[in-house]
């Protein structure tokens, strides 16, 4: 079957090149393209193998859009160090955690005074080693260290302890973030929204939330 659709492709791109008129010293191009295509078809093709469903992908990350946008709007697109987070994205949607952690190492090592960079460091830790592990923290650490006055790192630093389910940890540095939050700003709203929501979630638990950030 996988040889029939060949030729019919083969002949539909033939008589495509024909009705738009293609000039007759580009056809032997094309026919050199068709045949590179159908060799490869017949080197790694298997036009006998049984119909099957696709299998999903296994062990590709997910990162949600909207926490992607608001990383760019907390510390902006058009900046070196933003280069080495757009690598490490790529890595964690294909499932490589340990080569988007080494990535934004190399950018720390690079810049070493990003408080950005750190940042992307301690939540990619945090994704790879499941929890806000101490050299997560470490890395949160240094962000906070060079940026005490920037709402990013304490958000990021929250939402790696929401998913690891420390929601009453994490809703001290929500609420830090929000602080430090210049008023009239977008992303200062996504974040009072996420810590409306979990202050909900911390109600229905029966746990505080009133805890000042460390």
């Known amino acids: 079957?996988?040889?029939?659709?060949?030729?019919?492709?083969?002949?539909?791109?033939?008589?495509?090149?024909?009705?738009?008129?293609?000039?007759?010293?580009?056809?032997?191009?094309?026919?050199?393209?068709?045949?590179?295509?159908?060799?490869?078809?017949a080197v790694q093709g298997r036009p006998f193998a049984a119909a099957r469903p696709a299998a999903p992908a296994v062990g590709r990350g997910e990162?949600?859009?909207?926490?992607?946008n608001l990383r760019?709007?907390?510390?902006?697109?058009?900046?070196?160090?933003?280069?080495?987070?757009?690598?490490?994205?790529?890595?964690t949607r294909t499932g490589e955690k340990r080569a988007a952690v080494q990535a934004l190492l190399g950018g720390v090592n690079r810049l070493p005074l990003s408080y950005s960079l750190w940042t992307g460091l301690g939540g990619a830790l945090a994704a790879h080693d499941g929890r806000v592990s101490p050299a997560a923290r470490l890395a949160?650490?240094?962000?906070?260290?060079?940026?005490?006055?920037?709402?990013?790192?304490?958000?990021?630093l929250g939402l790696a302890l929401v998913?690891?389910?420390?929601?009453?940890?994490?809703?001290?540095?929500?609420?830090?973030?929000?602080?430090?939050c210049p008023r009239d700003t977008a992303y200062r709203r996504q974040i009072a929204l996420r810590l409306a929501l979990l202050d909900r979630l911390l109600a229905e638990r029966g746990q505080a939330s009133g805890t000042p950030a460390p």
């Open 140 to 156: 949160f650490d240094q962000a906070l260290r060079l940026a005490p006055r920037h709402p990013g790192p304490p958000f990021f």
């Open 163 to 180: 998913r690891a389910n420390e929601y009453a940890a994490a809703r001290r540095w929500w609420a830090r973030s929000l602080a430090l």
């Open 1 to 41: 079957m996988g040889w029939l659709w060949l030729a019919l492709l083969g002949t539909a791109a033939m008589a495509a090149m024909v009705l738009l008129g293609l000039p007759r010293r580009l056809w032997s191009f094309a026919g050199a393209a068709l045949m590179l295509g159908a060799a490869g078809y």
């Open 72 to 91: 760019d709007d907390l510390f902006g697109r058009l900046s070196q160090d933003h280069a080495y987070q757009v690598a490490a994205d790529a890595m």
């Open 63 to 68: 990162e949600d859009p909207a926490i992607t």
